[in-house]
């Protein structure tokens, strides 16, 4: 099965350190830059569905506005409670400056 690529943004649109949120096919998708590596995560906290671009980026993790749940943003894992499931992962493909998304 071949996946669905979207082109979402360019590089330098999403500085290290930084975050930005992109609609792909009706999926919100949070784009994190982690020391220049590009990472794709769902925008949504798996606990109560809080905007994880409204939080802060850390390193790798990203926490969560409403609660204070951290994700691992390379592996989806999550890292502190209340939440306990991952969010969903997407993999991210950049070709020149364009940066592409793969829905499953």
């Given at each position: 099965m071949v996946p669905n690529s979207n082109r979402v943004a360019r590089r330098g649109e999403i500085p290290p350190g930084t975050t930005r949120r992109v609609v792909v096919d009706g999926n919100e998708i949070l784009?994190?830059?982690v020391a220049g590596e590009l990472y794709?995560?769902?925008d949504a906290c798996t606990h109560d569905?809080?905007?994880l671009?409204?939080?802060e980026l850390e390193g790798?993790?990203?926490m969560c506005p409403r609660h204070g749940a951290y994700f691992d943003v390379r592996?989806?894992?999550?890292l502190t409670l209340p939440a306990v499931v991952p969010v969903q992962t997407y993999r991210v493909r950049v070709e020149g400056d364009d940066v592409f998304v793969d829905l499953p």
């Open positions: 784009l994190c830059n794709a995560i769902e569905g809080g905007e671009d409204q939080g790798a993790r990203i592996t989806g894992e999550a």
